[in-house]
Nanobody, 120 residues
């Protein structure tokens, strides 16, 4: 089995920072693209940022210049450094990864989510 576990969410004041982590565990041969998504109440889940295995990154316009995505392939872990947070960033943040369990077995996996709340 493969599991993605997020951590690092919490309550922070506007202007503050948080660092999210996503650790993948289980029977993993290789992790390709990884990404962070978020979903606020009453809204659709949206892409925040994603990163290829080689480190190429992509950000939603709303977080460019404030958030930084990174990964450690040796640790099967991805991070999201979030700075200058605003109440509009409040949401459940989900980790996503495309994982190969073997050369012929792969799937898209989601974490359980971590709540980020930014107070004004």
């Amino acid at each position: 089995q493969v599991q993605l576990v997020e951590s690092g969410g919490g309550l922070v004041q506007a202007g503050g920072s948080l660092r999210l982590s996503c650790a993948a565990s289980g029977s993993i041969a290789r992790i390709n693209d990884m990404g962070w998504y978020r979903q606020a109440p009453g809204k659709q889940r949206e892409l925040v940022a994603d990163i290829t295995r080689g480190g190429n990154t992509n950000y939603a316009d709303s977080v460019k210049g404030r958030f930084t995505i990174s990964r450690d392939n040796a640790k099967n872990t991805m991070y999201l450094q979030m700075n200058s947070l605003t109440p509009e960033d409040s949401a459940v943040y989900y980790c996503n990864a495309y994982i190969f369990r073997s050369l012929t077995s792969s799937n898209n996996y989601w974490g359980q989510g971590t709540q980020v709340t930014v107070s004004s």
